[in-house]
C-alpha cells in the first residue's frame, strides 16, 4: 500500500474516527479505503469510506492495517496547512513521508481490533439539515443538559434540550431544510456528549442527512474529503428513566 493525502482530509479523517476510538482497522482494496470502528461502551458506531479519488495519488490491494490514530494526530500536527503526505508500509510499520521529513510507526495487530457488523435499521423519518445549523443546536444544548431530543414531523425538525432551569429549542422549518421525509411525528434523545465530539470534528460537509425513529438509534450521514468520502455515525437513544 502506497498512498498520497491531502494533509487537511488526513487529518478530517483522523479526527472524525477519534470522536470514538483511538486505534482503528483500516481496510484498503483497489477500489478506495474504508474503517468501521465503535466505542468501547458501544454507544456508538462510525463507518468511513474514501474513494481512491480522495487520494492525490492511490496504490493499493486487499489489505488490512492497524492504526494507533494518536501518533497519525502527533504527525500532522507539524504538517504544514496545504501540504501532501505519503504513507507507504514497509514490513510491520507504517511511513509518513512530510516533505523531508521521514516518521515510521509500528503497525498495531488487527486481530485485536474488532470490526463491528452495521445493523440494518429501517428508519422512518430523513431529514437533510445545513450542517451549521445542526452544529450549532448541539453546542447550544451541552450548555444547560446532558441529552438532546431530536424530532421531526412532516413540516419541521426540531433539536431541544431540557436542563434544571433553562432550554434551548431549535427550529428548522420544512423551506430550510434541503429535505424531509417524515409520515408522522418521531422523536429521540440521545446523549450529547457523542454529538458534540462528532460536530466538532466535521469539516467539508455542507448538509447532514438524518435518520430518526422513536426511540431508535439516529443515523447521520455526510460527505468528507470533499465529497469523495462518507461517513455514517449511528448512535443509541437514551431512553426515559436512564
Known sequence: ??????????????????TLVNEAKFEFNPEGMSVKAVD????????????????????AEEEELGVDLDKVKDILKIASSGSVVEIYKEGGKLTFLIGNLTRSMPLIDTSNL??????NIALPAK??????????????????????????????????AIGDEDTINLDLPKDMLRE????????????????????????????VTIYLGKDYPVKIVFDIVKG???????????????
Do not use: W
Open 114 to 119: 474488532s470490526v463491528p457488523k452495521v445493523p
Open 40 to 59: 468501547a461502551a458501544h454507544i456508538a458506531m462510525i463507518v468511513l469510506e474514501v474513494s481512491r479519488d480522495g487520494f492525490v495519488e492511490y496504490e
Open 1 to 18: 500500500m502506497r498512498v498520497k493525502v491531502d494533509v487537511k482530509d488526513l487529518k478530517e479523517i483522523t479526527n472524525i474516527l477519534l
Open 127 to 160: 431529514i437533510v439539515v445545513p450542517k451549521d445549523e445542526f452544529v450549532n443546536g448541539i453546542k447550544a444544548a451541552e450548555a444547560i443538559s446532558d441529552s438532546i431530543t431530536l424530532q421531526a414531523t412532516p413540516t419541521e425538525f426540531q433539536m431541544y
Open 180 to 207: 424531509i421525509d417524515c409520515d408522522e411525528p418521531v422523536k429521540s434523545t440521545y446523549p450529547v456528549d457523542y454529538l458534540l465530539k462528532l460536530a466538532k470534528a466535521m469539516d467539508t460537509a455542507d448538509y
Open 228 to 242: 469523495k468520502g462518507k461517513v455514517t455515525y449511528l448512535l443509541a437513544p437514551r431512553i426515559e428513566g436512564e
